[in-house]
Nanobody, 130 residues
Framework: QVQVVESGGGSVQSGGSLRLSCVAS????????MGWFRQAPGKEREGVAF???????IYADAVKGRFIISQDSAKNTLYLQMNSLKPEDTAMYYC????????????????????????WGQGTQVTVSA
């Protein structure tokens, strides 16, 4: 099982930027999907951005063009660069990871649901003020 730990949250003003990091440790999957979810107070958790072991990415419509997900395999680290932040981006951000079965093809993350992610971090708070 992979363990993930997030960092990098904080408070910024609208229009500002933050970069979240997620360090993975433990067993290393050759085929995987990693990504970011977020949950605002009173709302359901939602997917934000994902990247798989081939480098394919997926973004939620709400963050397209503003957020960039990337990974540094040598450092076992996942990043989320968040630009042009808005108050509606305020939420607890969670890093998650899962192994991908051999029979899944194409964009791995596109085939997955939230329940498929077995490794979760403790979350890092992002607060954007108007």
């Amino acid at each position: 099982q992979v363990q993930v730990v997030e960092s990098g949250g904080g408070s910024v003003q609208s229009g500002g930027s933050l970069r979240l990091s997620c360090v993975a440790s433990g067993y290393r999957y050759s085929r995987y999907c990693m990504g970011w979810f977020r949950q605002a107070p009173g709302k359901e958790r939602e997917g934000v951005a994902f990247i798989d072991s081939t480098g394919s990415t997926i973004y939620a419509d709400a963050v397209k063009g503003r957020f960039i997900i990337s990974q540094d395999s040598a450092k076992n680290t996942l990043y989320l660069q968040m630009n042009s932040l808005k108050p509606e981006d305020t939420a607890m951000y969670y890093c998650a990871a899962t192994r991908v079965a051999y029979y899944i093809t194409g964009n791995y993350c596109a085939r997955l649901k939230e329940a498929d992610f077995g490794s979760w971090g403790q979350g890092t708070q992002v607060t954007v003020s108007a």
